[in-house]
């Protein structure tokens, strides 16, 4: 399962490094929460948790339907 979340991942990523951001697989538990680390723009950025939420995880839930959640660690 972790792999299908980092390709997952690796779909959005081309839009976060557009601005001037990335995203990092930090764990998967085995209750389907993926764990992850913003980074760069999207660290400090006051939208990150839209980002989070909107983004990243509605694209690993469409990949990976199994995972309940996206959290930032």
Do not use: Y
């Amino acid at each position: 399962m972790k792999q299908e979340v980092q390709e997952a991942l690796d779909k959005i990523r081309p839009a976060l490094q557009r601005d001037g951001g990335d995203v990092e697989l930090v764990e998967v538990t085995e209750d389907g929460v993926v764990k992850v680390k913003l980074q760069g723009a999207c660290g400090g950025c006051p939208m990150s948790q839209m980002t989070l939420k909107m983004g990243i995880e509605k694209v690993v839930k469409q990949s990976v339907p199994q995972i309940k959640s996206v959290e930032a660690v």
